[in-house]
């Protein structure tokens, strides 16, 4: 009852009054036309369906009358394949044509100011990309001592940032009262406010706009917020940042959301869980939370610190030809530590030389060092584990994200880390080897004094 309740409430904050917008287009010219049209909103950094039509055999279709707040939305056929669009109740037509894949690369705006300037300015900053990966291409082949070329270069990268600004700038002088204009004046003040600290931040953002809650910028405060506090500060700011938006329903669990899926995703382990406890489980639970959020929060706690791991879950090693169970390995030594990487991830590969190292030193009755693989090509795999020297056992199931071990850890993010005592009982999901080396020193010194 409690999220059928959300969902309505949800349904008609997206809802303005008086002035229905009308939301058509048409698909030409396509390999193959989807079925379906799907509208999202735009809910700080969530999407949240609020409509959906029929495409026709003609390729035309029609989201029929809307009553939307101001804001950006997303029109789409697929998890992946959507277009941004500006919805409100100054935007009352929208006519697109679509004539390839993917949409983003593929659309032409027939009729309506506010998305003809979105996608005017879209084009312009495709073209700035590619022109400053070339840019960067020919630094990257530029001898170092070539002094005068790598200055022209730094010029004609200047002169394109400039080209764009003042694109930009053009774009906004002629639709000065647009949601669009808005948006560009509030991402440059948040920009301007970033380097200064918390009170400009708190001077050039309103968390509680909708305006604002409907862009991505208003996740991107968010961000910016926690980017102008020290770590130690971060539950202080996230108490803060909550505090301010309790009134306002839809802003205040946008920001529960976004926060409890960032330290859920990346740690701090003790923040991710004083948010569940406080704003979840919590006296200031003001308002319930979503099916995805409760499902979130359950998943952590499965996989929390003193939580047990599942004995009899296989783990196939398809480099050594077998497959074990987490409980063989656990009950081998005093600690096992669960390194979770995958090929495409960087920041996994400069973990590597440590993670190495730290296997090579390791007592075996004391420490088994695992690396787990969210890999779903084992030639992928194959090659890393030879390009980084990983002597140690790997696991892969190859179902990547998705597969069986990756679920069972609930994995959201790489590198991750599990240290794992001899009776299944996890002890510390540490951030980076070095903490890991840390953590393992305080849990030996804990077994010496028993």
Not at 80 to 91: K, R, Y
Not at 203 to 225: E, G, I, P, Q, Y
Not at 320 to 334: F, K, N
Request: aromatic share 8%.
């Amino acid at each position: 009852m409690e999220q059928r309740t959300l969902f309505l409430v949800l349904s008609l904050t997206l809802m303005t009054v008086g002035h229905a917008q009308r939301v058509r287009g048409v698909f030409k010219s396509m390999p193959h036309t989807p079925d379906t049209v799907h509208l999202l909103a735009t809910i700080g950094g969530d999407l949240q369906p609020v409509a959906q039509a029929r495409i026709h055999a003609n390729g035309n279709f029609d989201l029929g009358k809307l009553d939307l707040e101001a804001g950006f939305y997303k029109l789409g056929i697929n998890d992946t394949d959507h277009v941004d669009l500006i919805l409100g109740p100054n935007e009352r037509f929208v006519d697109l044509e679509f004539f390839g894949y993917p949409l983003q690369e593929h659309i032409t705006v027939k009729r309506s100011a506010e998305n003809q300037a979105l996608w005017s300015y879209k084009t312009i900053s495709r073209s700035h990309q590619q022109a400053m990966a070339g840019v960067r291409a020919e630094r990257a082949a530029t001898d170092p001592a070539d002094t005068a070329l790598l200055t022209a270069l730094d010029r004609r990268a200047g002169q394109l940032d400039e080209g764009k600004a003042r694109e930009r700038q053009r774009i906004a002088s002629e639709h000065p009262d647009s949601y669009f204009t808005y948006a560009l004046t509030r991402d440059a003040a948040l920009m301007e406010a970033l380097p200064k600290g918390w009170y400009a931040l708190k001077s050039a953002v309103d968390l509680s706009d909708h305006r604002l809650l409907r862009s991505n910028l208003h996740a991107k405060a968010v961000m910016a917020f926690l980017r102008s506090s020290p770590p130690e500060q971060y539950a202080a700011t996230c108490d803060s940042l909550l505090s301010w938006t309790a009134s306002d329903s839809m802003a205040w669990c946008a920001i529960r959301t976004q926060l409890i899926t960032l330290f859920h995703s990346y740690g701090p382990d003790l923040l991710a869980e004083h948010l569940v406890d406080t704003y979840i489980a919590g006296p200031q639970a003001h308002y319930p939370a979503d099916e995805h959020l409760e499902r979130m929060v359950q998943e952590r706690l499965r996989v929390s610190i003193g939580a047990q791991v599942p004995v009899d879950l296989e783990l196939p090693r398809p480099l050594h030809g077998d497959t074990m169970t987490v409980g063989a390995l656990y009950a081998a030594q005093d600690h096992l530590l669960l390194f979770f990487f995958s090929s495409t991830c960087g920041h996994c590969h400069d973990e590597m030389p440590a993670v190495r190292a730290l296997a090579a030193e390791a007592d075996p009755l004391e420490l088994a060092v695992v690396g787990v693989s969210l890999d779903e090509d084992l030639v992928a795999l194959r090659g890393t584990v030879q390009e980084e020297r990983l002597d140690l056992p790997i696991v892969c199931d190859l179902g990547g994200w998705g597969g069986p071990v990756a679920k069972a850890f609930a994995i959201t993010a790489t590198p991750a880390f599990f240290v794992i005592d001899r009776t299944g009982v996890i002890r510390a999901k540490p951030f980076d080897t070095q903490e890991a080396r840390m953590e393992l020193q305080r849990l030996r010194e804990g077994l010496k004094t028993r």
